[in-house]
């Protein structure tokens, strides 16, 4: 079983940046591939990012391309990701999960284990 904690959500104006954090517990990812997803109130979930175990393979949404970088560090079994030039459209709750597949997965169905989210509004 591995436990996800994401961390590092809040409120941040439209520009500005916040670094969200995963920390796994019971353990090691340092073989699973990470994403992220996020939802939006009276959205599906969709995915944000994902990346391999080895951080050699990164994938992004069309809509955070350039602006969200994700990374881990499997020592501190923790992944992040880095979310620059916000805007409100990315207001959701972003949860981390993860693949037991070494190569990450766009789809939420390809993952086992889930965070319990953390909240990011982005205000205009």
């Known amino acids: 079983q591995v436990q996800l904690v994401e961390s590092g959500g809040g409120l941040v104006q439209a520009g500005g940046s916040l670094r969200l954090s995963c920390a796994a517990s019971g353990r090691s990812i340092s073989t699973y591939a990470m994403g992220w997803f996020r939802q939006a109130p009276e959205k599906e979930r969709e995915f944000v990012a994902a990346?391999?175990?080895?951080?050699?393979?990164?994938y992004y949404a069309g809509s955070v391309k350039g602006r969200f970088t994700a990374s881990r560090d499997n020592g501190k079994n923790t992944v992040y990701l880095q979310m620059n030039s916000l805007k409100p459209e990315d207001t959701a709750v972003y949860y981390c999960a993860a693949n037991p597949n070494l190569i990450p997965g766009t789809r939420w169905y390809q993952y086992d284990y889930w965070g319990q989210g953390t909240q990011v509004t982005v205000s205009s």
């Open positions: 990346i391999g175990w080895n951080a050699s393979n990164t």
